[in-house]
């Protein structure tokens, strides 16, 4: 291999990353809500998120690499930092139905998505039930300070929104996933730190610089990750959405510049 070439392609291992995206001022997410919601995230403020998530996860919630993390797969922005956040700590991130040791399961509560909202994917069913420790409840709303209704809240929930103001935007652990680690598991099989990262580095040959990349899919899936993880490489722009693929949805994708879609 051309050692020229290989120190131009994008670097997608995660701590290095993550440290990246705290320094872009462009945006690194945009979602659209089925409730009418915009949400812009540069990468500098997704890193804050994630951070400040990954501070929960260990210090409340004492998370450590290696963990396992049950995810509600539902397309969410918050559903996509507690994702990061996990891998920022070292945990792996569980996206299929399992049983043993989990250590943590997040959620997302549907409650203030639109009646034509894409359903909840197969695997939020699955999440739902997980034996875990502890339990997060993540918001739907975009801009939520807490849950819209903490009847939804069993005993020993956490409530995200809630808990998260107190933390702080820089993460302050040292952990940093070995290579072999586990950093995923799907239906379709796990992905340990080396390959997530060398798949994501795969997936920017399809990209040029900066690009704005519309994920169209109805959950978080291995590919779906992977090309996240792409996208941010080549500081580009992820755009997300759960609205109905209707031309209103086009004339905002043609808005943000979406000059490629994934599905």
């Not at 990954?54 to 918050?78: E, Q, S």
């Not at 991130?93 to 399992?98: A, R």
């Not at 409530?159 to 996933?177: K, L, Q, V």
């Amino acid at each position: 291999m051309d050692d020229r070439t290989d120190a131009r392609r994008p670097d997608a291992e995660i701590t290095g990353l993550l440290t990246r995206l705290a320094q872009r001022p462009t945006p690194a997410v945009v979602w659209y809500g089925s409730d009418g919601g915009r949400v812009e995230l540069s990468g500098r403020v997704s890193e804050n998120w994630i951070a400040k998530t990954a501070n929960l996860l260990v210090d409340d919630l004492g998370l450590m690499p290696g963990d396992r993390v049950v995810l509600d797969p539902a397309l969410h922005w918050r559903t996509l930092v507690l994702a990061a956040a996990a891998w920022r700590t070292g945990a792996c991130v569980v996206l299929e139905p399992t049983v043993g040791d989990v250590r943590l399961s997040a959620l997302l509560d549907r409650t203030g998505a639109a009646a034509d909202a894409l359903p909840s994917p197969e695997g939020s069913a699955a999440a739902a039930v997980a034996e875990a420790e502890d339990r997060l409840i993540l918001a739907y709303p975009a801009l939520a300070m807490r849950l819209p209704d903490d009847s939804v809240l069993e005993p020993g929930d956490i409530d995200y929104c809630a808990e998260i103001r107190s933390h702080g935007d820089r993460w302050s652990g040292a952990s940093r996933p070995a290579d072999a680690d586990a950093a995923l598991k799907t239906s379709g099989g796990s992905l340990s730190f080396a390959e997530l990262r060398d798949q994501a580095e795969a997936r920017t040959a399809e990209l040029g610089s900066a690009p704005v990349v519309h994920v169209a899919v109805d959950g978080w899936d291995r590919d779906a990750l992977v090309g996240l993880l792409a996208i941010w490489a080549a500081e580009g722009t992820a755009v997300l959405s759960d609205r109905p693929r209707d031309e209103a949805l086009q004339r905002d994708l043609a808005a943000e510049r979406v000059g490629l879609t994934w599905s």
